[in-house]
C-alpha cells in the first residue's frame, strides 16, 4: 500500500557552475580572462583621450574668441599704426608705434591741434610697394594687420596735426611768421620741431564744410595740405577719410607717451 505522505524528491537542473567546480575551472569573470574574452567593463574609451579633446576644444575658444575681439577692438576702438617719415617730428619719430582712437571723429568731434591719421585723399603719397614675404608671409602679415595683431604701416594713410576746422580761415604768414587761424595768431612752438619755422610758403585758404586742413610739424619736411592744392579734394582732407586721433605712442617702451592735444594753442582763436 503507498504511504499517502510520501513526497517524491524534485530533480534540481544540473547548473554548468557545478561542472565547472567539478571539474576545477574557474567561474565568472576569472574564467572569461583566462578564456581571452574580455569582461564587459573593458570596453569603455580611455579617460586620456576625452580630456585631450577638451584641452584642445577650450584651447581653440580661447584663441577664436581673442581674435575676434582684436578685431572689434581695432575696428571700433583703437588702431595701432607705424610712424614711416620724419614729417611729424619731433612729436613722432620715424619707428613710432602709435595707438589712434577709432572714437574719432564719428562719436567725438576732430578739434583743432589733433593729431590725426587718415587716408589719401588722392595724390599725397608716392606709390610705394610693400615688401614680398612670400605667398605664405604674405597672407599671415596681411590677416594679422587685419586682426589688428599688426601695425598698420603706411601704405595709404597719412599723419598730420590739424591746424584748421571746417569753416575756419586759416593763413601764413604775419609780421612775425606765424600762422592765423579765423584772424587770430597761434603759437605752435610746443610742438614744431626744432629749428622749424610755420611756413615757408605764404598761404591764405579757407577750410570747405566736412573738411580739414593739416600740417606736419617737421613743417619744412612735411607734403601736407599746403602742397596738395591741385590734387583731388584741393589740398583739405575729408572728414570721411579720417580714420582716427593718435592719443598715445607704445613703442619705443623708453619713449612710450601721450599725445595731448595743446589746446592751449587755439584757446583765443574764435568760432568761423
Not at 120 to 147: M, Q, S
Request: aromatic share 6%; charged share 20%.
Amino acid at each position: 500500500m503507498a504511504d499517502s505522505d510520501h513526497v517524491t524528491p524534485v530533480q534540481r537542473a544540473s547548473d554548468p557552475a557545478d561542472d565547472d567546480r567539478s571539474a576545477g575551472r574557474p567561474t565568472g569573470d576569472a574564467g572569461a580572462e583566462r578564456e581571452g574574452t574580455p569582461p564587459a567593463h573593458a570596453a569603455e574609451p580611455p579617460r586620456q583621450r576625452s580630456r585631450g579633446l577638451s584641452l584642445l576644444r577650450e584651447s581653440a575658444i580661447i584663441v577664436i574668441s581673442a581674435l575676434v575681439l582684436s578685431w572689434l577692438i581695432k575696428t571700433f576702438l583703437v588702431q595701432a599704426f607705424y610712424i614711416p617719415s620724419a614729417s611729424m617730428e619731433d612729436t613722432l619719430q620715424i619707428g613710432d608705434r602709435v595707438m589712434v582712437s577709432r572714437l574719432v571723429p564719428d562719436v567725438l568731434d576732430v578739434n583743432r591741434g589733433d593729431v590725426v591719421v587718415f587716408v589719401d585723399p588722392g595724390g599725397w603719397l608716392p606709390p610705394t610697394e610693400t615688401p614680398d614675404a612670400g605667398p605664405v608671409g604674405n597672407a599671415v602679415r596681411e590677416a594679422a594687420t587685419f586682426i589688428g595683431l599688426l601695425p598698420q604701416d603706411s601704405g595709404e594713410h597719412l599723419i598730420k596735426r590739424v591746424v584748421g576746422t571746417p569753416g575756419d580761415t586759416v593763413e601764413c604768414c604775419d609780421e612775425e611768421g606765424r600762422v592765423s587761424v579765423n584772424g587770430v595768431a597761434v603759437d605752435e612752438g610746443r610742438y614744431l620741431a626744432a629749428g622749424s619755422v610755420p611756413s615757408q610758403t605764404e598761404f591764405s585758404t579757407q577750410v570747405p564744410e566736412d573738411m580739414l586742413f593739416v600740417m606736419g610739424d617737421n613743417r619744412q619736411n612735411s607734403q601736407d595740405s599746403r602742397y596738395n592744392t591741385g590734387k583731388p579734394g584741393g589740398g583739405f582732407v575729408p572728414l570721411d577719410n579720417v580714420v582716427g586721433n593718435a592719443f598715445v605712442i607704445v613703442w619705443p617702451f623708453e619713449d612710450a607717451r601721450l599725445l595731448r592735444n595743446p589746446s592751449d594753442v587755439f584757446a583765443q582763436v574764435p568760432a568761423p
